[in-house]
């Protein structure tokens, strides 16, 4: 096996790998982060949020025009920390944060979401009308969907609350993908036939736009023109 022969079987493997998203606010963000081999980590940045040296690949999210439509690129998205502010947008139906957006898009699309809500512990013990109307909200959130972790989001038995989490399972795609369409394709036209797919190979007549080309790169997918 030459190197080249090794290094194309190693990209493959990788991007066999299930794609988890991780949402960080500044406050969450960590300097370093070093990633088990059995999943393909993807960053995603709140506004304001430090660009961190170490975490790739990462995106900012102010600076996706369709936040939502990430989740079609994802198995699965976590939540550390999750602000009050992304429950809200969540319990509104109406995001209208970036990252509320994607959030709202892993559960439109039926992708898992964990949501880390361990300060809320705290509030556990409010009694009355709006310790009701608390543990109500935390219920509408696992109705939508959400997977609740830490403090009240897990049973007494620290078990989880809410639906069962699958384990993301990959299925067995091309790994070759051709466009042979004349005219431009945008990333959000490319990003739900990308799983699997090892290499994009472009007609003579089809162009990608700056934006798709960029993210092809940062995922390691090669691009063949011609």
């Known amino acids: 096996m030459t190197v080249l022969d090794g290094l194309v079987e190693k990209a493959l493997r990788r991007l066999a790998l299930p794609r988890v998203g991780l949402l960080w606010w500044y406050e969450t963000a960590p300097e370093s982060f070093v990633p088990p081999e059995t999943v393909s980590w993807i960053h995603y940045l709140a506004p304001g949020c430090v660009f961190?040296?170490?975490?790739r690949p990462a995106y900012r999210l102010s600076l996706l025009s369709a936040p939502e439509e990430e989740a079609l690129t994802l198995d699965m998205l976590v939540v550390p920390a999750a602000r009050v502010e992304l429950l809200r947008d969540l319990l509104?139906?109406?995001p209208a944060s970036p990252e509320g957006r994607l959030a709202a898009g892993c559960l439109g699309a039926r992708r898992p979401l964990l949501l880390d809500v361990s300060a809320l512990a705290r509030w556990s013990s409010w009694s009355g009308p709006i310790g009701s109307l608390h543990r109500?909200?935390?219920e509408r959130l696992r109705d939508l969907g959400c997977v609740l972790l830490g403090g009240e989001g897990e049973g007494g038995d620290g078990s989880t609350s809410g639906p069962s989490v699958p384990t993301p399972v990959v299925e067995e795609r091309p790994r070759e993908l051709c466009l042979d369409r004349a005219g431009w394709v945008s990333w959000l036209e490319l990003a739900?036939?990308?799983k699997g797919i090892a290499v994009v190979r472009l007609g003579p007549s089809a162009r990608l736009t700056d934006e798709a080309r960029d993210r092809l790169r940062g995922l390691g997918v090669a691009l063949k023109e011609g």
């Open 136 to 138: 109500r909200s935390l």
């Open 192 to 194: 739900p036939r990308l």
């Open 92 to 94: 509104d139906g109406l």
């Open 52 to 55: 961190p040296r170490d975490l």
